[in-house]
């Protein structure tokens, strides 16, 4: 199912429409704010024909963490926290070739502070100025497709804000549960080995070269555990010649 829509963002600001205007703090998120940024999650509900509550426990800044290479998680306060959001920089495959990308997801505001919608602009400022450290310039992020407010609001041109630019839908596929798996006559279905690391990395990263935003993968990322799951968790399946198909 296309259930999320993919954007690539690029960024303009309007000096002029920052005149005279008092933005809000942006940091860094710490391990202190745990407590208040996991209220702030647990606010939101997806709404659709399930309905979910998002959690991310022991820590939310530490989940946040394995999403990418290298996770900021940001925070907007003004005495106090309203909302807060993370970006992860990863090495992926781009139509220009293999670079670091910048990934903006979790935004979340606090649902007893209506007015913290009117610090994006900053918040964008803040996010962009990031990048710039990290030495990255493109970015993207994705929207649920039921997620229509927050599509339209990224969408409308706004003084100060990003240009979102549509680049099209991602399809998740997962594996049915229950019932008896029926393998092939000669195939073979097993966990991942680890001296089967370098042929499965191989593997992979030959089949991802079809795509933009396909991560990259080394055979070091497999063997330590950071945003990629590490070897344990991969599965493969092999063809009666016994290559990985």
Same mark, same amino acid.
């Given at each position: #199912? =296309?259930?999320?829509?993919?954007?690539?963002? %690029?960024?303009?600001?309007?000096?002029?429409? &920052?005149?005279?205007?008092?933005?809000?703090?942006?940091? +860094?998120? =710490?391990?202190?704010?745990?407590?208040?940024?996991?209220?702030?999650?647990?606010?939101?509900?997806?709404?659709?024909? $399930?309905?979910?509550?998002?959690?991310?426990?022991?820590?939310? $800044?530490? %989940?946040?963490?394995?999403?990418?290479?290298?996770?900021?998680?940001?925070?907007?306060?003004?005495?106090?926290?309203?909302? *807060?959001?993370?970006?992860?920089?990863? #090495? +992926?495959?781009?139509?220009?070739?293999?670079?670091?990308?910048?990934?903006?997801?979790?935004?979340?505001?606090? /649902?007893?502070?209506?007015?913290?919608?009117?610090?994006?602009?900053?918040?964008? @400022?803040?996010?962009?100025?990031?990048?710039?450290?990290?030495?990255?310039?493109?970015?993207? &992020? &994705?929207?649920?497709?039921?997620?229509?407010?927050?599509?339209?609001? *990224?969408?409308? /041109? @706004?003084?100060?804000?990003?240009? !979102?630019? !549509?680049?099209?839908?991602?399809?998740?596929? &997962?594996?049915? #549960?229950?019932?008896?798996? $029926?393998? /092939?006559?000669?195939?073979?279905?097993?966990?991942?080995?680890?001296?089967?690391?370098?042929?499965?990395?191989?593997?992979?990263?030959?089949?991802?070269?079809?795509? %933009?935003?396909?991560?990259? +993968?080394?055979?070091? =990322?497999?063997?330590?555990?950071?945003?990629?799951? =590490? !070897?344990?968790?991969?599965? $493969?399946? @092999?063809?009666? %010649?016994?290559?990985?198909?």
């Amino acid at each position: #199912t =296309d259930f999320l829509q993919a954007f690539l963002m %690029s960024w303009y600001m309007n000096q002029s429409n &920052t005149t005279n205007i008092c933005f809000p703090h942006f940091r +860094l998120a =710490d391990s202190v704010d745990d407590n208040v940024l996991q209220m702030i999650l647990e606010q939101q509900d997806f709404k659709g024909r $399930i309905a979910l509550k998002y959690t991310r426990n022991p820590s939310i $800044i530490e %989940s946040l963490e394995k999403e990418g290479e290298n996770v900021e998680v940001y925070i907007c306060e003004d005495r106090e926290i309203y909302g *807060f959001g993370a970006c992860a920089y990863n #090495t +992926l495959r781009m139509d220009s070739g293999v670079k670091k990308s910048a990934y903006l997801f979790s935004f979340r505001l606090d /649902k007893n502070k209506p007015s913290a919608v009117r610090h994006f602009r900053e918040a964008f @400022r803040f996010h962009f100025e990031q990048m710039k450290r990290h030495g990255v310039d493109n970015c993207y &992020t &994705t929207i649920l497709l039921e997620n229509s407010s927050a599509i339209k609001f *990224f969408e409308k /041109k @706004r003084r100060g804000m990003p240009f !979102y630019d !549509y680049q099209g839908n991602i399809h998740c596929y &997962t594996f049915s #549960t229950g019932g008896k798996s $029926i393998i /092939k006559k000669g195939w073979s279905y097993s966990s991942l080995h680890k001296d089967e690391i370098p042929e499965a990395v191989k593997f992979f990263n030959l089949q991802m070269e079809r795509y %933009s935003y396909a991560p990259v +993968l080394t055979n070091e =990322d497999l063997l330590r555990p950071r945003a990629n799951p =590490d !070897y344990r968790s991969f599965r $493969i399946l @092999r063809n009666p %010649s016994g290559e990985i198909n």
